[in-house]
Every structure is written in C-alpha cells, then in structure tokens.
Nanobody, 115 residues
Framework: QEHMVESGGGSAQAGGSLKLSCTGP???????MGWYRQIPGKGRDVVAM???????SYADSVKGRFTISQDDTKSTLYLEMNALKIEDTAVYYC??????????WGQGTQVTVSP
C-alpha cells in the first residue's frame, strides 16, 4: 500500500531549527499536501498545508516560524521549523489533504524540543 515517508526529525533546543522532509506517491500532490502533528493522548492536528496551486496556510501556533514547501517536481515536501518551542514537541506526519485524499499516513518523525 502506498504511504508517505517522513524524515528529518530529532532533538533541538528551544529557539533552534529543524527541517523535515517527506516523500510519497507523486500523484498525491494534486490533493494538496500537509504536515500534521500529534502528541500522546491527543488528536492529530494540521500544522501547515500547501495547495496544488502553491497556496500555503498555517496553524496560528506556527505562523511566522514554520514554512511548508515542495521541490520543483512536487516529489518532496518540506517543513522548515524555526524558533522552536517546547510545545512543538510531537510526532510529525505528512499526508495529503484528508478532505480530498483520505489516508496514506506514514510512520511519522519525532521532534523533541528541550529548554
């Protein structure tokens, strides 16, 4: 079954930066792609989305700090995370816009931000 593969997670100090990458079936770029995150005991929240036309949107909690982008071939999705906060600690997933293309979740990548 097709699914996304995330990478680039790890540990960082508050105020630091990390860049996540994600690859998957290229045809999913037509759905719009997003980054999501989940902390234990809570649901999976949208962090950032990029539409097929390149329009981006962000959760209020990450606006001005995170940037979602794709490479020219739309085969790789990125999430650049700057000015990290402790509350950004979560498992991060990339997936298509679930309203358009349901499923395709990967294993996720852990991001841990320490004081």
């Amino acid at each position: 079954q097709e699914h996304m593969v995330e990478s680039g997670g790890g540990s960082a100090q508050a105020g630091g930066s990390l860049k996540l990458s994600c690859t998957g079936p290229k045809h999913l770029s037509g759905c719009g792609m997003g980054w999501y995150r989940q902390i234990p005991g809570k649901g999976r929240d949208v962090v950032a989305m990029i539409e097929p036309d390149g329009t981006t949107s962000y959760a209020d909690s990450v606006k001005g700090r995170f940037t979602i982008s794709q490479d020219d071939t739309k085969s790789t999705l990125y999430l650049e995370m700057n000015a990290l906060k402790i509350e950004d600690t979560a498992v991060y997933y990339c997936a298509p816009n679930q309203v358009v293309c349901l499923g395709y979740w990967g294993q996720g990548t852990q991001v841990t931000v320490s004081p």
